[in-house]
Nanobody, 125 residues
Framework: QVQVEESGGGAVQAGGSLRLSCTPS????????MGWFRQAPGKEREGVSC????????YYADSVKGRFTISQDNAKNTVYLQMNSLKPEDTAMYYC??????????????????WGQGTQVTVSS
């Protein structure tokens, strides 16, 4: 059974940084692309970034380009999301997910079927 676990959320001031971690169990990073999504109160879940571990290809939403970096540690079977220059509008629950099939990563939510429970990120002004 595949499970996805996120960690690393917290509360920071605007301009600060956080690093989120995501470790899938029952699934090797080389089997599936991994994505980060977020959902703010009253808003739809949106894609933030994704990574195809087998190729290293990455993709970012325009709202986070230049500020967030997704990376992988194969030895730890872990994907990270380094978030710098955080803004209050980045406040959300952040979810990590694995794609249902070995696609090249994209941020189409319906292609992800293994989800973590989320980690809260709060950025104050």
């Amino acid at each position: 059974q595949v499970q996805v676990e996120e960690s690393g959320g917290g509360a920071v001031q605007a301009g600060g940084s956080l690093r989120l971690s995501c470790t899938p169990s029952g699934l090797s990073l080389f089997d599936r692309a991994m994505g980060w999504f977020r959902q703010a109160p009253g808003k739809e879940r949106e894609g933030v970034s994704c990574l195809t571990p087998s190729t290293g290809n990455t993709y970012y939403a325009d709202s986070v380009k230049g500020r967030f970096t997704i990376s992988q540690d194969n030895a730890k079977n872990t994907v990270y999301l380094q978030m710098n220059s955080l803004k209050p509008e980045d406040t959300a629950m952040y979810y990590c997910a694995a794609m249902s099939e070995p696609y090249v990563c994209n941020l189409e939510i319906y292609k992800y079927n293994y989800w973590g429970q989320g980690t809260q990120v709060t950025v104050s002004s």
